[in-house]
């Protein structure tokens, strides 16, 4: 009997991968391993956290990426319109004011898991479980009103100069 007892238990460990399964076995161990094992979850859910952040910057960055391409093309119709005629600058502005469109559309679209760092959302990731190490990551309006990008006019031959962006409007 004691030497089916003692297989049964070393079949439970190896099973488990557990030195000890319950606190009848050993108690001291048993609460010991049972804080390990809640020590390495809170760490896991940190790993999690930490990668979650990393896909939301990584979206962010992408949406920003794509909205200074944006801005470049703007930048080359604002030149394009200086020295364009009346009824192109209306065409020009009116291909202008498509882009200032596209650019809102992308701001609003970079999120990831419900934070969006283009729109304004804030994240605090928590590097421990006691939260002494912490990150905020802090996101901006990158819409076109946010970075001061204002519609074009059509009608007017005049050329406006935008202070935010340095670049004619």
Same mark, same amino acid.
């Given at each position: @009997?004691?030497?089916?007892?003692?297989?049964?238990?070393?079949? *439970?460990?190896?099973?488990?991968? =557990?030195?000890?399964?319950? &606190?009848?076995?050993?108690?001291? =161990?048993? #609460? !010991? !391993?049972?804080?390990?094992?809640?020590?390495?979850?809170?760490?896991?859910?940190? =790993?999690?956290?930490? *990668?979650? &952040?990393?896909? +939301?910057?990584?979206?962010?960055?992408?949406?920003?990426?794509?909205?200074? +391409?944006?801005?470049?093309?703007?930048?080359?119709?604002? @030149?394009?319109?200086?020295? !364009?005629?009346?009824?192109?600058?209306?065409?020009?502005?009116?291909? $202008?004011?498509?882009?200032?469109?596209?650019?809102?559309?992308?701001?609003?679209?970079? *999120?990831?898991?419900? =934070?969006? #760092?283009?729109?304004?959302?804030?994240?605090?990731?928590? $590097?421990?479980?006691?939260?002494?190490?912490?990150?905020?990551?802090?996101? #901006?309006?990158?819409?076109?009103?946010?970075?001061?990008?204002?519609? !074009?006019? /059509?009608?007017?031959?005049?050329? /406006?100069?935008?202070?935010?962006?340095?670049?004619?409007?």
């Amino acid at each position: @009997q004691s030497t089916a007892q003692l297989l049964n238990r070393t079949q *439970g460990r190896l099973s488990s991968g =557990k030195q000890v399964n319950s &606190a009848v076995d050993d108690p001291s =161990k048993y #609460f !010991a !391993a049972q804080d390990h094992l809640n020590h390495a979850s809170d760490l896991a859910a940190r =790993k999690s956290d930490m *990668g979650e &952040a990393i896909q +939301g910057v990584k979206s962010a960055n992408q949406g920003i990426t794509s909205i200074t +391409g944006l801005i470049n093309q703007a930048q080359g119709l604002v @030149q394009s319109a200086q020295s !364009a005629n009346t009824t192109t600058r209306a065409s020009l502005a009116a291909q $202008f004011n498509t882009i200032r469109t596209q650019i809102d559309q992308l701001a609003s679209d970079s *999120g990831y898991n419900g =934070k969006n #760092f283009l729109q304004g959302d804030t994240l605090n990731v928590l $590097f421990n479980e006691s939260g002494s190490s912490l990150l905020v990551v802090t996101g #901006f309006q990158g819409d076109s009103s946010g970075l001061g990008i204002t519609s !074009a006019a /059509h009608a007017t031959g005049t050329v /406006h100069t935008d202070e935010t962006l340095g670049q004619t409007s």
